[in-house]
């Protein structure tokens, strides 16, 4: 089933005897947040149970289980609201701390640091794999360090797997995330796509192998395979030999390096036989560590690194040339520290993917945004993005997908979360010509007046707008990776058969108008509408026509360019609004 996760519980929320205090991650069955219970902090997992179906009870199941330091601890479980349960709630210990991917872009650690995180998640899998317990995700952000002491922690067994449990999913290969995948995953896959019955079972090899994945990222800042299209990167994790750690950066000591490589073996008998093997390796190299494993690993940001905040691109001319430099991390220059106009700044391009398709779609996207832009300021009505054809049923999506080898990044559903106008009420007629919004605001008022001054109404109630709110754990790195920059507006629709409806306070959704970027047309954005004297839509999570989702930060504006939008006429309640279907998203850093 397809569709966006349950939208946020609002900061005060009570479950379960739990306070809500603010989002820490979003995924694609549920949200985890910050709660207290009797002034102690914990990790409140919320899952919507007619999407996760058993994962729910086989995280319990897994983290009973686990008891060790790099594994996440779980403190209880149940399900809520307790009359008629939607959501599955597990009570989790607080990990204070950053996400792998984010604490070494921040922190910029040295070899010994690195390492020893390596070596937690390590022993984390160690003891799962000791249990008969197969993570099937390891990925970055499934793995927390905490801030006080740097001890890391594997988090997320959702999709893990042990002996006696049943699939989760009819696919020929496991739930997952695509770049992760082991290289026999793909084989089997590819050698399996014409028999639909055909089951791949994810043992501890491929544990190891995304781990080395995490690894290679830990050590050099980059990813050890390449790929325009997704076609493309599993030829060359099938086939392409990964550059060495130590050659792709220099300060990467050489015993790590080759650790790391060993994880990285095609063939899974090739591979580091067990995750104990891993560590006791690990553990050998730290005791061998001299004094150059306490330099950091990459450069630190610098003059000749800065850019204007929020900017992460490369110049043409530096795609042209793409001179080999060391990733950077650590602290960015303010922008006050960045040298003022006029002077030559160096830029160094980090190796990503797609360089020059990025810059073929930033040049369509500003042609694009030129007519885009002449559309949306007129209220007129405009035609709705083709729906994406439903799969016939009974032929699995990752046969039909084997060959490009695109698989859908997690199972979502349908869900219904505006409603229209009645058929029979008559639509409001269109001015022939736009209302500017000054003369519309003040026909508003006068209308007001009028009545209020007849009838003795008391004094018009102003709602204010909601508090700012911070945006999803990780949702500007997935814009950045869909090509989506910080202030980027494109047109949406809430509804593509409607010119008015009506929207609820609580979840909602729109469309995407058209291609923005590289997120494709037709993508879902959904979170949470929140009705005052505008309407606010503060959207957290996207889920594109092939089914691959990630969280983003989009505020809805209307399309006069308020923020939010305006209600009109014929529904006056407090927690509902009738509001034109056609509106515009913008990528922000934080909810205002």
């Not at 891993?278 to 494993?293: I, V």
């Not at 303010?334 to 002077?343: E, I, R």
């Not at 729109?510 to 954005?525: E, H, K, Y």
């Not at 989702?549 to 609004?577: H, I």
Request: charged content about 25%; overall charge neutral; some cysteine.
């Amino acid at each position: 089933m397809r569709g966006p996760p349950p939208a946020a519980l609002s900061p005060g929320a009570r479950v379960l005897g739990y306070t809500v205090e603010r989002q820490l991650g979003q995924g694609g069955f549920g949200t985890v947040y910050l709660a207290r219970c009797e002034g102690q902090p914990f990790a409140l997992k919320v899952l919507h149970l007619p999407r996760v179906g058993e994962r729910a009870e086989r995280e319990v199941s897994i983290l009973t289980r686990l008891r060790h330091p790099n594994v996440v601890g779980i403190l209880g479980h149940g399900y809520w609201p307790v009359a008629r349960p939607r959501f599955a709630v597990i009570a989790m210990e607080y990990v204070d701390g950053r996400r792998l991917d984010d604490w070494a872009d921040a922190e910029n650690p040295t070899a010994r640091q690195a390492a020893r995180v390596w070596l937690g998640v390590a022993r984390a899998l160690a003891a799962a794999h000791a249990d008969g317990v197969v993570h099937r995700d390891v990925k970055e952000g499934n793995v927390m360090v905490r801030a006080s002491d740097g001890v890391a922690k594997l988090v997320d067994f959702g999709i893990g797997d042990y002996a006696g449990a049943r699939d989760l999913t009819a696919d020929i290969l496991p739930p997952g995330t695509l770049d992760y995948r082991s290289p026999e995953a793909w084989r089997f896959l590819r050698g399996h796509r014409e028999a639909p019955d055909a089951r791949y079972t994810a043992g501890p090899a491929d544990d190891l192998w995304a781990l080395g994945l995490v690894a290679y990222r830990l050590l050099t800042a980059r990813f050890p395979f390449d790929g325009e299209d997704p076609a493309s990167l599993t030829e060359a994790i099938l086939t392409r030999a990964p550059t060495p750690p130590h050659e792709e950066n220099t300060r990467v000591p050489r015993v790590l390096s080759d650790v790391c490589l060993r994880l990285l073996e095609k063939a899974p008998e090739a591979r580091t036989p067990s995750a104990k093997a891993l560590c006791e390796s690990l553990e050998d190299a730290l005791r061998g560590a001299d004094a150059a494993w306490d330099v950091p690993l990459c450069d630190a940001y610098a003059e000749d690194s800065a850019t204007t905040e929020g900017e992460d691109i490369d110049s043409f001319e530096q795609w042209m040339n793409e001179p080999r430099h060391r990733p950077r991390r650590g602290k960015r220059l303010s922008p006050k520290q960045v040298p003022p106009p006029g002077t030559t700044v160096r830029v160094a391009p980090a190796k990503s993917r797609g360089s020059l398709r990025a810059w073929a779609t930033f040049v369509v996207v500003l042609v694009l945004a030129g007519a885009a832009w002449g559309v949306g300021t007129s209220r007129t009505s405009m035609p709705g993005p083709v729906r994406q054809e439903v799969a016939t049923p009974g032929k699995s999506p990752q046969a039909d997908r084997a060959a490009a080898a695109a698989l859908p990044a997690a199972l979502q559903e349908d869900s219904v979360t505006v409603t229209t106008q009645p058929k029979d009420t008559p639509p409001i007629p269109l001015p022939s010509k736009p209302v500017k919004k000054g003369m519309r605001t003040m026909a508003r008022a006068v209308g007001a007046a009028a009545v209020c001054s007849a009838l003795g109404c008391p004094g018009a109630q102003v709602l204010s707008p909601p508090p700012p709110e911070p945006c999803p754990v990780g949702a500007v790195k997935a814009m950045e990776k869909w090509g989506i920059k910080i202030g980027d507006k494109h047109m949406a629709v809430f509804d593509l058969d409607e010119r008015y409806l009506t929207v609820q306070d609580g979840p909602g959704q729109v469309i995407l108008f058209s291609q923005w970027a590289d997120m494709p047309g037709d993508t879902v954005l959904s979170g949470r509408l929140i009705v005052r004297d505008h309407v606010f839509g503060r959207l957290t999570w996207a889920t594109t026509p092939t089914g691959d989702s990630f969280p983003v930060c989009l505020e809805v504006y209307d399309t006069t360019g308020d923020r939010g939008m305006l209600r009109e006429a014929g529904n006056d309640s407090p927690s509902s609004a009738r509001i034109f279907a056609n509106a515009y998203v913008k990528a922000v850093r934080e909810f205002q």
